[in-house]
């Protein structure tokens, strides 16, 4: 039987957290137009900008924001940004921390302009 990355406990941290900020991000006025979101995949939290594609609305693009990755024997949090080679790079400002909160917080304000512009 294969483990599962997060417990209940774990996940319900991740949607006060990660959710929020998204939440937060996501003005419903342009819920139709705007929205970031974020995905679990293994150990991973990666928060995506969804968009419509510009040449058919009814399509929408996902545009990688951050990654936020669980390392479980540090018991740390890491924080990732995408380059334009397309790759996840380890972000240079507050790199990891063992409180999730810290790093979306990062997120949020985007000192070095990494995850916004």
């Known amino acids: 039987m294969a483990s599962v990355a ?15 900020f998204c939440v937060k991000h996501s003005p419903a006025h342009l819920k139709d137009k705007l929205r970031l979101e ?3 995949k293994g150990h991973d939290v990666v928060i995506v900008e969804r968009r419509p594609r ?15 990755k669980f390392i479980r024997s540090a018991n740390k949090w890491r924080l990732y940004w995408m380059r334009a080679d397309m790759k996840w790079h ?6 990891s ?6 790093l979306v ?6 000192p070095l302009a990494c995850f916004f512009g």
């Open 38 to 40: 974020y995905v679990v």
């Open 97 to 102: 921390s063992h409180r999730l909160e810290d």
């Open 105 to 110: 917080q990062e997120v949020d304000d985007d």
């Open 90 to 95: 380890e972000y240079p400002g507050l790199s």
């Open 54 to 68: 510009w040449d058919n609305e009814t399509e929408w693009t996902e545009s990688p924001v951050a990654k936020l």
């Open 6 to 20: 997060f417990n209940e406990v774990e996940f319900k941290r991740i949607e006060q957290t990660v959710g929020v």
